[in-house]
T-cell receptor, first 114, second 110 residues
Framework: SQTIHQWPATLVQPVGSPLSLECTVE??????LYWYRQAAGRGLQLLFY??????ISSEVPQNLSASRPQDRQFILSSKKLLLSDSGFYLC?????????????FGPGTRLTVL | QKEVEQDPGPLSVPEGAIVSLNCTYS??????FMWYRQYSRKGPELLMY????GNKEDGRFTAQVDKSSKYISLFIRDSQPSDSATYLC??????????FGRGTSLIVHP
């Protein structure tokens, strides 16, 4: 069976500090990978998605970036955090090929920028 | 107009009630629909999915799709306090990127 891990679970960072959130998937190969942000009381905002190693598509221009150094590893980064970066960050995966593929979400990282 | 719309609620019901959660969608290309349940401070978990019009049942949960009116419903029978969560509907629309509704908050009180 497949599992998805995210860490850290919670993070409190000062404005202007760097960020690195990590997501790994086990039990499948070549998954599609996604980063979402969910602000309090808001819906899911897709930030990045990847269909393969080194292939990253950005959905929202911002001070965040994503990388996929390995097949089942997806990293969300920032060089300088803003207050508006606070939120609940979710990593998700789906089987490769698109189409009728449901997404499976990780447990999330709650980021507070002070 | 968002492609998938949900009333954010909250919807508050007594324990044991039948709950109806609804979504509307605007894109006729949507053929496949999913329901997710998200507990507070947790990631969404896939609850049910359905390919076609009609009903799909899984225990106390029934998903219903009416493609003629572009309406999606999730019914919960004999609702329990443990069903209190946010419910999101979604459709992949044939692409890598599902379109999610904003979610409806459900509160089942004892």
């Amino acid at each position: 069976s497949q599992t998805i891990h995210q860490w850290p679970a919670t993070l409190v960072q000062p404005v202007g500090s760097p960020l690195s959130l990590e997501c790994t998937v086990e039990g499948t190969s070549n998954p599609n990978l996604y980063w979402y942000r969910q602000a309090a009381g808001r819906g899911l905002q897709l930030l990045f998605y990847s269909v393969g190693i080194g292939q990253i598509s950005s959905e929202v221009p911002q001070n965040l970036s994503a990388s996929r150094p390995q097949d089942r590893q997806f990293i969300l980064s920032s060089k300088k955090l803003l207050l508006s970066d606070s939120g609940f960050y979710l990593c998700a995966w789906s089987f490769s090929g698109g189409g009728y593929n449901e997404q499976f979400f990780g447990p999330g990282t709650r980021l507070t920028v002070l | 107009q968002k492609e998938v719309e949900q009333d954010p609620g909250p919807l508050s019901v007594p324990e044991g009630a039948i709950v109806s959660l609804n979504c509307t969608y605007s894109n006729s290309a949507f053929q496949y629909f999913m329901w997710y349940r998200q507990y507070s401070r947790k990631g969404p978990e896939l609850l049910m999915y359905t390919y076609s019009s009609g009903n799909k049942e899984d225990g106390r949960f029934t998903a219903q799709v009416d493609k003629s009116s572009k309406y999606i419903s999730l019914f919960i029978r004999d609702s329990q306090p443990s069903d209190s969560a946010t419910y999101l509907c979604a459709s992949p629309g044939g692409s890598y990127i599902p379109t999610f509704g904003r979610g409806t908050s459900l509160i089942v009180h004892p």
